[in-house]
């Protein structure tokens, strides 16, 4: 499926759900390590319930190896710490392997570029392990000399069904925004990000205000 059609399907109409407003914020490093080596470091902070408290909280550390310019594999590991407003609590514990690579473009001008990421997860208060493929692709697009504008879809996939997901798309997440730079290596993101949420029952839709603080070393 193409990159447009991805836009196109995520964009389409959905049936009745509940909506929920969100915050969401991040921070993002990559260190170069040297030897086409790289240190990935990013927290999520997660503001649900009408962005009154703070439902989620995430940590995810990696290591890459860049295979030519454009392209790079990682591995890595995720904390997430999940409070949901009426229910218990949950420390989820990811590993994952990902593929970074670039689709069209130079970088410079009209570029998208995609990232495929497989993960186990695992709960600490129930047994099994769920399996997930996460596909995005992101368009940047120069809107002047520093500031560029970003778009991005990506399709969460559960291949088998456990307690903390089902199996097929159980998340669609649709983002739009900018990147401002703030210096050498530092730029910030703010932006809307809707994310559709699959359900048994009603399904729900967050809408998001994201900012996302990146550095690069």
Do not use: C
């Amino acid at each position: 499926m193409g990159v447009t059609a991805l836009l196109l399907a995520a964009t389409a109409p959905a049936v009745a759900a509940d909506e929920d407003p969100n915050i969401w914020l991040a921070q993002s490093a990559t260190i170069d390590l040297g030897g086409d080596m790289l240190l990935g470091l990013e927290a999520q902070e997660r503001f649900t319930n009408d962005a009154s408290r703070l439902g989620q909280f995430l940590f995810r550390p990696s290591i890459g190896y860049k295979l030519d310019k454009s392209t790079s594999i990682h591995l890595g590991y995720a904390y997430v710490y999940s409070d949901p407003q009426n229910g218990a609590s949950t420390n989820e514990h990811r590993a994952f392997q990902q593929l970074s690579f670039r689709v069209a473009g130079d970088g410079k001008g009209v570029t998208v570029t995609g990232r495929t990421r497989f993960e186990q997860r695992f709960l600490e208060e129930t047994d099994g392990t769920a399996l997930r493929i996460r596909q995005q692709f992101r368009l940047t697009a120069p809107l002047s000399e520093k500031v560029r504008a970003i778009a991005w879809t990506e399709a969460f996939i559960g291949l088998n069904q456990t307690r903390l997901q089902r199996d097929g798309i159980g998340l669609w997440r649709n983002f739009a925004g900018v990147s401002v730079p703030l210096g050498k290596g530092v730029s910030l993101e703010p932006g809307y990000l809707n994310q559709y949420v699959v359900r048994t029952g009603t399904d729900r839709i967050d809408h998001v205000g994201n900012l996302t603080l990146s550095a690069s070393f």
